[in-house]
């Protein structure tokens, strides 16, 4: 296994978010090209954002305790005439 992806592993073992890889891979990238494809690139970093955000919502409603019920009990009615 080359060094590198090792190292990856480890860190995502570790913690370490998918996210925080692309990131960093796309700074890099972003050094190397134009102005018009960083602003894609800026794009394209945005909405990895947002559906890693999105992701993650479902795991917090996990622990979250339901609300109770909003409205009083309902009250047993006797019929007229009982």
């Known amino acids: 296994?080359?060094?590198?992806?090792?190292?990856?592993?480890r860190q995502i073992g570790a913690g370490?978010?998918?996210?925080?890889?692309v990131s960093?891979?796309?700074k890099r990238?972003?050094?190397r090209v134009g102005p018009a494809d960083r602003a894609r690139?800026?794009?394209n970093d945005e909405s990895v954002r947002d559906v890693d955000?999105?992701?993650?919502?479902?795991?917090?409603w996990v622990n979250r305790p339901s609300?109770?019920?909003?409205?009083?009990?309902?009250q047993?009615?006797?019929p007229p005439g009982q």
């Open 76 to 78: 047993e009615v006797t």
């Open 41 to 43: 690139r800026d794009e």
């Open 1 to 9: 296994m080359r060094a590198r992806a090792a190292e990856e592993l």
């Open 29 to 31: 990238l972003g050094k």
């Open 67 to 74: 609300p109770g019920p909003r409205v009083p009990p309902a």
């Open 53 to 60: 955000e999105q992701l993650q919502m479902p795991g917090e």
């Open 16 to 21: 370490r978010s998918t996210l925080d890889f």
């Open 24 to 26: 960093e891979r796309s």
